[in-house]
Every structure is written in C-alpha cells, then in structure tokens.
C-alpha cells in the first residue's frame, strides 16, 4: 500500500523541510557603514566633551588656588567661594548630563539600526522563501568574567547552524546601500 504524502502545513509543523538561515547582529554591528560612520561620531563627540569638562576642571583648579590667596573673613573670599562652588556643581551637573546624553544616543542609534536590520531580515526572507531566520552571534570566551558569561549563555539561544543559509552579508550590503 503505498503512503501518502504529509500535507505542506504538517510539514512545517513538524519541522521537516524548513528553510532556515542564519544572521549575525555583531558582524553586522561591526562591517556596517552605519556602524563604523557612528563610531567616528562617537569618538569625535567624547573628545569635544572631554576638552570641554578639562577647561571646567583647569578653571576650578585656578580658582581653588586663588582662593588660597584671599583672607577667609573677606568678602573677596566670600565672593570667590561662592564663584567656585557654582563651578563645581556645573561641572558636577556637565559630567552627569554628558553622560546621560551619550548613552541616549547609542540607545536610539543601536535601536534604529536594529529595527533596520529586523525589516531587511524579513524581505531576504520573503524574497529567498525561508521560513525562520535564527541570530547567531559567537561568543568571545576569552574577554568574558563569570557573569558575562552567565548572561551570554542565558541569551544565546543557536546552539548549531551547520548548513544553515548565512544571511548576514546580503543584510549588510543592504543596510549599507540604503543610506
């Protein structure tokens, strides 16, 4: 007697005959235009604000000694103490600003860039007929701390991709070409 076939969405239920590929967020992160023009942005915007906060510190160290020079009953001193802990606090405020600033930006940038990369995975996937794209990102055992680890091993969910289409050089090509 001869078996009949199993219906297409019992194959896709089971398992057997799906078309999988695989995408690498970090090499896309790394080799993208976008990522290596942002890092560039980065680096010349902290330098900007390290100048920035090294002029601040210079000053109140001026104005530290200066006040070294004056009577502590005066109202030069009086006048001057007032003048660099308003400066200290501004400094203070700057550094914290600065700092919640930058990491606001990497959040937005590393957002959108990964909204891209989501969009772009699903047209391939349309376009190549796949029917699941897995993340597959290698883990750097050699700069990991135990913790590090832990949550690597907690959020790396591709154990094996052997054979899989590897998608992630079209998807870099294609975020580079947008923009």
């Known amino acids: 007697q001869a078996q009949e076939e199993p219906h297409p969405a019992e194959l896709k239920q089971s398992g057997a005959g799906l078309k999988v590929a695989v995408v690498s967020i970090a090499k896309i992160f790394q080799k993208c235009k976008r990522g290596a023009s ?11 604000i390290i100048a920035e906060l090294e002029k601040l510190s210079k000053e109140i160290e001026a104005e530290k000694a200066g006040l070294k020079t004056l009577k502590e009953n005066s109202s030069d001193y009086m006048a ?3 003048e660099l802990f308003e400066k200290q606090a501004s400094y203070q405020a700057q550094q914290e600003f600065y700092k919640q600033q930058l990491e606001l930006k990497d959040k937005l940038w590393t957002k959108e860039l990964y909204q891209d990369i989501l969009r772009i995975a699903g047209e391939v996937a349309k376009e190549k007929g796949l029917d699941l794209v897995f993340r597959e990102d290698e883990i750097d055992f ?10 690597a091993m907690r959020v790396h969910k591709l ?5 899989c289409l590897d998608i992630t050089d ?5 975020l580079d070409a947008e923009k």
């Open 38 to 48: 942002y890092r560039e942005e980065a680096i010349a915007e902290q330098d900007r």
């Open 80 to 82: 001057s103490a007032k």
């Open 142 to 151: 050699s700069e990991t701390n135990a913790n590090e680890l832990g949550l």
């Open 159 to 163: 154990l094996y991709s052997g054979g």
């Open 170 to 174: 079209e998807i870099t090509t294609r």
